[in-house]
């Protein structure tokens, strides 16, 4: 489960530090791409002018397709043309899934009605049919993209946020899910396409870009492809539903943590168009006579339900929020078991496909029709359950399920010697933990749809309760309105699936689903009240995932807790920041990498101003360090040493005061660069040391190439730096150990003169020139409140931002602090933060404030410690007076 | 039109910068607040604790009524808490406001119907009653609170973005609004009550917040205002039309530029909870038997449309684009006109209620009934005709009008001599600009409601040609669908909603309202084209008015255009900046605070280096100056003077030359602080110049007071700061231009002794002790684009933003330069800034690229002028080796 590209996190979406922190290379790129587009447009207006002198014959044909050729060009930029081939693409794929799914289901459905003859034949080709799909389809996305498995919805929430995740928007990537999600959903099994839906939109949004590009240079804009990956998200509900709004509200309440509103259309536009020849397609192919909603239900409309029904639906809601939070608590405790329990886990590594397999048996066993599956309509697909469960007319009058006729599939819940509710019960019971044991398989699979039918169930099962309570409905006065089961189950199926994944907005997609509004208040209320039980007890079936894969997310704050405004800054900052001077050497530069972890670096004028001047990327000074200590460099010293030992044995060294003169020189060079190393920390700084360090850096407008990789540092120092000794922790920038150059040994130098050198080499001042400085770090100051800071962390997408008072650099935040803070068990200075949305489990006590902590303890440290700050004021004062 | 508070635009939201800019006195109740709710608690518990040792008689009943008090406390800060009583307050006043609505249009009718024996007594009855209730509204309103005038969505817009505006969140405001939108819409003009709903619930949630503060602390907190803000917001368009979902996306898309998802829920929750009990008091109040839609339709479920009626769908999509933009150009019109005409305009001011009267009669004389009002159903009231428009029924067969018998209210509708087409068309023509001229009346109203039943009656039109065009329906195989006219009018109303105020959520709203969603992709699809023909020509009736009245908000950047990518902060921003160093002296603040007109100036280090250390607001710079030259240390100084020469006096001065003494140790006082003055531009600056300065101000946890005010400053430099001379632009500060103080002259000195003490105060050296300094202002990079300076700034509500490299203040950008880039005619090194959403409009020109403008003058200026960074390289070249 662990992700290739977790360490990487770039944070890229809001960078709004410039281009300095991109790579070189994808600059170039850009910049190439405008001047060829530029050169474009201007080559073909050249032709246009040109051909307009020109009378010959078919001249007005080619001025007519020049023209068509530059509107084209200066067209396919825009947004709406890439938003209708992702809509049509995507109606497309979903379509064609839809329809070998249909084929695979029904497949089955031909093999198990053609063996009626042997029930032992006929049990072998239900169970094998599904068991082969889902073994194939494992192993097909396990050998092609391994990044396929699973919703996708946690690692398009965790791209979304400016996170690089890598292989998770590659071809390799769609053609696995498309073709494995196909193949799971085919068999038959309790697995949803709606979360997979959403990453092949994002796959078919990235994929198509990076198409278009090759017309134009504006897709290679990465703020713009943020916000085709949110609309592309919304295509890819909308179209798996036919449920445009629904899916785009599903998507921001999923994937997105502020929503940019100018994106809105985006996501409308796409979605309603990919939706609208979703059910075309339906049309033209004659399963439907015009376009009407998916699962249409019939529901009367002059009088939908009573007022006095509500209490009922709120029920529902409550109990499908306990339902919700108990399903995503069921999935993670599978999915931690079978982590935990090593034997089986060693077992299952090696053989891969086992755990698919025998979940597969065991859930196709369970639901085999001739079997137990007769008392939980174990015959029905998903669909078809789903119709049936929706259904307008009422199953059991009185609770005598025999009464009336059931035509169709309805037939599949009626059991001669079994009442309907227990058919019922035992479809839920069964179904709940099928369906969360099934999500953990690795194939590409999603939730939703199976929670959504558990959801219609009880709501159902609720519905036929009242019916059978209130045969003749509950409203007194006049005309008899009976009790519709059907609109409970669909006020059941929006909130059970709200609550496993946290959003309102399933209510939508069930309006939308149903072709009917009528229960809008029942449904609201119902989904409220089960997104509230459900948030108080459990995070959401996506976060969960988030935390198991443990991707680089930072968690919401909670429903409003008054504790996050009276947390600051200061209380959860690294005091301890780790820093580079303008003028520091090599050495510096060298001790710094190796004991701090984070990926920038600080970068102050002086360590008694400590006033920020901007941020280094680690790779940056690892460059420098490489290029000041590297081969080429070295090597030219021995070149230049070699000349003058040959130079000497050539005079044939009988002067043996000459050498011993150059050997003090070089002392005395030596002496002059330690001396202004050792002094660096604390001598007095020169007068104005900025100017031509900032001269000298702030011209990089294109930086000439830098070597980042560790190609040729055989040095000591070097070595020391990449590979981190056992008590610094866990290095973030993990680089190959480099071994000890072969050719190395080729140069005749022995390993004092190198160590000399190096030496040498590190008491030199750094060189920022050709380094690329993040010269606007975020700021915060020590009294942003943790609200502020978590509200700031992610709109702009941030991984660390430094603490500054009046221009001096006294903190850094990270992520992680933020994370910790937010997550709970951290009291600071007497406050406690709750856990997330926990107003409901322990809004009384306030027993547990005194409990030390790791951050508390980190706080008295530092407070202990001398700051930069306090020990040279006496000094400053006399100096400004 | 103006506003009060417009220039007092401070950008609260998300201040990220701690606490020092806000007011001290809001800070201090804060503290309080929490203090004294800290110590609540604490008393609670304490009595509680004392009480279970007390064994008396009525000890338990006591016991549980401080448990139940306390929990009441505990609880009463959740937000749920809060959300239930908006909505309740809201449903309320929507219900009470409905019920007084209905009233008034009743006895207009029941007066109308009562003359029916005299033409002229009915006309002066229908005429005099709408206009007496619109003239005691806009009385009213202009009398007890100018601001509730209007829809107030726009004002709302600018407080979601963090611009203070005074007095549009009182309770003097919500009783004018209240009470003027009932009347106003009591008087049946063409107005709409869902833009001032918005306002009403934003009031009540300010007013309700403010009156659930005295429970607890938590409600001081200005960023959970706002978060309440949005979430009002959306009860008001959520009660108003009984639509929850449609309510908060419609608030969302109307107020908001960046949407914390996590705020989502809490729209939800009031929205519906609001809605439920506005459509229960109906059930209650016996209008309704149970919980349906407000307009509620009936149209055929199995086959709502057909595939081949998609391309009316289109049309009336594309027809309402261009109607919207029209309605908007026309609205704006209006006012600009009766604006420009000076000699309207005197007129009219004088007499404030003539305009509304005057426009009042014009309109009610046309809708009479038994004159041209017969045309166009004038008899009945908005939501008959709305009723009758969404009517499942289609009206005319073969467009002949008599063949079907009219019920109810349709019978409006029906003329005996014209044709329903006629009466239509005439109906959409005379509406149209009957609503736009409405809505510029001084009164509190919206817009919304009118233009909603245009839309269903242009859709309708539509629909009744198709039913005429295809009067057994377009459908060909099997059976006969007739097409159904009210689906059309569903259509055009949220499609001409949708283009006037350029949302797509009103189909959603369409939805609810009508409790049917059958129609959901015709729709989608009329709203979409809508949405892009109406952005492409006009902003939208919102954005308009905030131009109209000049609010500080900033444009929307339009759809996807390339060009601001390309566009860097570096061509925008202002590159003279008003700045001050850490050791200037007060004369130096006293050039720039008359030179510059920024609200806040940046602090440096010196003018060489140009560090940004931070941005001081000039209020608190005219503080520290008037408290320098301000009369307390005047008169102490004459005090001073007056004790010496009393003591001169006292020994008879016979020593002149000890009188000599004294002026030269003081001519010499004087002299050492010129040259500390004249010298403070160019001198060298001190080693360590920084350090007491910064130790001095990073202490300022919580400043002393500072009086802001310019209560007594009569000296002649603040008589320049305050009254400012007519070459400095317009001074966004505004203070009164102080009267020499009456005081004054009992005062012994003269003018000379008083310039010359002023003279030498103004040379000291400034104090940024007590100073309120923000230590981390937003930094901009020179090469951030446009598009992401757009982004940051509407994300994090800027009004500026300092523009640095490598620490170095290089510029600054303001919300007016932002808006001036994106508002276009803007062009910067050849590339031009197209006003938003104009790709429709001149895609293919590129003809206007080398137009000069104002920016680009600036620029060249700029470019010209020596900067700061290029005329100190050598000497710190020098320094540095």
Redesign the interface.
């Known amino acids: 489960f662990l992700i290739p590209g977790k360490e990487k996190c770039l944070i890229s979406y809001?960078h709004?530090?410039?281009?300095?922190t991109q790579e070189l290379g994808v600059y170039a790129k850009e910049e190439a791409a405008?001047l060829r587009e530029s050169g474009q447009r201007r080559s073909v207006s050249r032709t246009l002018d040109l051909l307009e002198y020109d009378k010959g014959r078919c001249a007005k044909c080619r001025i007519c397709t020049v023209r068509c050729q530059k509107?084209l060009i200066?067209?396919v930029?825009?947004?709406?043309i890439f938003l209708i081939l992702l809509g049509l693409l995507m109606a497309l794929v979903s379509w064609v899934m839809d329809f070998c799914i249909a084929i695979c289901l029904q497949a089955q459905k031909w093999m198990y009605g053609g063996l009626d003859s042997n029930v032992f034949l006929q049990y072998l080709a239900w169970v094998t049919y599904p068991v082969v799909l889902i073994t194939f389809s494992a192993g097909f996305t396990q050998i092609l993209a391994p990044q396929a498995v699973g919703s996708g919805i946690p690692e398009m929430k965790t791209i979304l946020r400016g996170v690089v995740l890598k292989e998770y928007l590659t071809f390799k990537t769609f053609v696995a899910k498309v073709i494995g999600l196909t193949c799971a959903l085919g068999s038959g099994m309790p697995l949803g396409k709606e979360g997979p839906f959403v990453h092949i939109a994002s796959l078919c949004a990235a994929l198509l870009s990076k198409f278009m590009s090759l017309f134009g240079?504006?897709y290679e804009?990465e703020?713009?492809n943020i916000e085709m990956l949110a609309a592309a998200c919304a295509v890819g509900v909308g179209c798996c539903f036919a449920a445009?709004?629904g899916g785009v509200?599903f998507s921001?309440?999923v994937t997105?943590?502020?929503?940019?509103?100018?994106n809105?259309?985006r996501g409308?536009?796409a979605a309603?168009f990919s939706?609208?020849i979703f059910?075309?397609l339906a049309?033209w192919n004659r399963d439907e006579?015009?376009?009407?909603?998916l699962f249409?239900t019939?529901f009367r409309?002059?009088?939908?339900?009573?007022?006095q029904e509500l209490p009922a639906f709120a029920v529902i809601g409550i109990a499908n929020g306990f339902g919700g939070a108990l399903f995503v608590y069921l999935n993670r405790l599978i999915v931690q078991f079978m982590r935990k329990q090593k034997a089986i886990n060693r077992f299952l590594m090696k053989k891969r496909l086992l755990y698919p397999a025998l979940v597969t048996l065991l859930i196709s066993t369970l639901t085999f029709p001739p079997g137990f599956g007769q008392f939980m309509a174990g015959k029905l697909t998903q669909k078809e359950s789903l119709v049936t469960l929706l259904d307008n007319r009422t199953w059991a009058k009185q609770g005598i399920a025999e009464e009336f006729d059931y035509i169709g599939h309805s037939e599949a819940w009626k059991h001669p010697q079994v009442n309907v509710f227990v058919t019922l019960v035992l479809f839920i019971v069964m179904k709940f933990w099928m369906s969360a044991l099934a999500t953990t398989i690795p194939v590409p699979c999603g939730a939703f749809m199976p929670v959504f039918v558990i959801g219609a169930a009880f709501g159902r099962l609720v519905g036929e309760s009242m019916a059978a309570w209130f045969p003749d409905g509950i409203?007194t006065d006049g005309t008899i309105y009976p009790i519709v089961p059907g609109g409970y189950a669909v006020v059941g199926a929006a909130a059970l699936s709200g609550a496993v994944t946290h959003t309102?907005s399933t209510?939508?997609i069930v309006?939308?689903l149903t072709?009917?509004?009528?229960h809008?208040?029942p449904v609201?209320?119902a989904v409220?009240l089960a997104?509230?039980v459900a948030q108080s007890l459990q995070p959401s079936l996506y976060d969960s995932i988030i935390r198991i894969k443990k991707l680089p997310y930072l968690p919401?704050?909670g429903?409003?807790h008054?504790e996050k405004?009276n947390i600051r800054v200061e209380d959860i900052m690294v005091r301890d920041v780790r820093y580079i001077t303008l003028n520091c050497s090599y050495r510096d530069l060298h001790n710094v990498l190796l004991t701090g972890h984070l990926k920038t670096l600080a970068l102050v004028?002086s360590t008694?101003?400590m006033?920020?001047?901007?941020s280094i990327e680690r790779a940056q000074l690892q460059a420098l360090l490489s290029l000041q200590l590297g081969r080429p460099r070295r090597l030219a010293y021995i070149r230049e040493r070699a000349v003058e030992d040959k130079k000497r044995l050539s005079v044939v060294s009988n002067d043996s005061s000459e050498n011993s003169s150059h050997r003090a020189s070089q002392e005395v060079r030596f002496q002059i660069s330690t001396e202004d190393s050792s002094l660096s920390p604390t001598r007095?700084?020169?007068?104005?040391?900025?100017?031509?360090?900032?001269?000298r850096?702030?011209v990089v407008e294109r930086p000439t190439e830098i070597p980042t990789g560790p190609h040729d540092h055989s040095g000591i120092a070097l070595k020391n730096l990449f590979c981190a000794s056992p008590d610094t922790e866990a290095l973030e920038v993990r680089e190959p150990c480099p071994q000890i150059h072969p050719t190395y040994t080729n140069t005749h130098t022995h390993t004092h003169t190198q160590s000399e050198w190096e030496e040498k080499q590190l008491d030199e001042q750094v060189n920022f020139n050709n380094c690329k400085?993040d010269?606007?770090p975020f700021?915060?100051?020590?009294?942003?409140s943790l609200?502020?800071t978590h509200?700031?962390f992610s709109?702009?997408g941030l991984d660390h931002a430094f603490v500054?008072?009046?221009?001096?650099l006294i903190g850094v935040v990270s992520l992680k602090e933020l994370r910790k803070a937010i997550e709970g068990s951290v009291t600071v200075k007497g406050a406690k933060v709750r856990p997330p949305l926990a107003?409901f489990r322990d809004?009384?006590t306030s027993s547990s404030e005194n409990e030390a902590t790791e951050l508390h303890k980190l706080w008295d440290r530092h407070k202990s410690m001398p700051l930069p700050?306090e020990h040279?004021?006496s000094?400053?004062?006399e100096?400004?007076?």
Do not use: C
Not at 16 to 20: D, H, N, Q, S, V
Not at 256 to 262: G, I, N, Q
């Open positions: 809001f709004m530090y410039g281009r300095y405008r509107f200066s067209r930029g825009e947004d709406w240079g504006i804009n703020s713009r445009p709004i509200l921001i309440e997105s943590t502020f929503f940019a509103v100018r809105y259309w409308f536009f309603t939706a609208f059910r075309v049309v006579e015009t376009i009407t909603a249409k019939s409309l002059d009088f939908p339900f009573d007022l409203h309102v209510a939508v309006f939308e072709g009917q509004i009528s809008i208040l609201m209320i409220i997104n509230a919401e704050l429903w409003g008054h405004y004028e008694e101003s006033i920020l001047l901007g007095p700084v020169p007068l104005k040391p900025l100017k031509p360090a900032l001269k850096s702030s400085i010269p606007a700021q915060l100051v020590e009294r942003t609200h502020k509200t700031i709109l702009l500054t008072s009046i221009g001096r107003s809004s009384g700050r040279t004021p000094e400053s004062d100096k400004s007076q």
